[in-house]
């Protein structure tokens, strides 16, 4: 009986390309890599952020498409401050639209609010439906929150973003956040502005 010999490992493909590779070489591959990679992260970062306020965008979107719901359900009447969540979140389906991320942290220190002037309001009588915010990204952490011009959150570029009336989103600048109608103007009754979004 004769005795197998043990595999030779030292001549696997592997340990054959690194045997016949010069190791300044191999030093010189890897340092292109973590090059490479320390060239790519903060492209990638910056696509997080990117995409967090396109989230952030797009919950403040389906909100106000929400609210648009319930108000033609509901003889074309916003729901009230008081419980405006309880009366959107059958329309959204998800209670985690509420809350508006921090893009950078990644925390959940914000929400989105509701304008406390349109609470309740007849959305055919709102006379500048687009200047009107319906909801926007707010500091305010309570339940079913609500308030004003002086509520909104800015980030740090100083902008905060906010969904109007006719349901456009908008980008606006601590600087210019007054020259958008909090105090609500309402239409006389029986005379409507067409609405579209």
């Excluded at 190791?23 to 010189?28: A, C, E, Q």
């Excluded at 740090?156 to 006719?166: I, P, Q």
Aim: one cysteine or more; charged letters at 20%; a neutral charge.
């Amino acid at each position: 009986m004769t005795a197998i010999p043990p595999p030779n490992r030292s001549t696997g493909p592997f340990i054959t390309l690194f045997r016949r590779t010069p190791w300044w070489k191999v030093g010189i591959s890897l340092l292109l890599c973590f090059f490479l990679t320390a060239l790519l992260f903060p492209v990638f970062a910056e696509a997080k952020i990117s995409d967090h306020r396109y989230s952030s965008a797009s919950v403040l979107r389906m909100l106000g498409t929400a609210m648009h719901i319930y108000a033609a359900e509901n003889n074309d009447h916003l729901a009230p401050a008081a419980g405006w969540q309880g009366a959107v979140l059958p329309y959204t389906k998800n209670p985690r639209y509420f809350i508006a991320r921090d893009e950078e942290k990644n925390l959940t220190d914000r929400a989105n609010a509701y304008n406390l002037k349109v609470s309740s309001v007849d959305l055919q009588r709102i006379k500048d439906s687009g200047t009107t915010p319906l909801f926007f990204v707010s500091s305010l952490t309570d339940s079913n929150p609500s308030g004003g011009s002086g509520d909104a959150y800015f980030e740090k570029n100083g902008y905060t973003r906010m969904a109007m009336a006719d349901t456009r989103i908008e980008m606006i600048h601590r600087d210019h956040i007054l020259d958008y109608q909090w105090e609500l103007t309402l239409l006389p009754a029986g005379q409507y502005e067409m609405n579209t979004p």
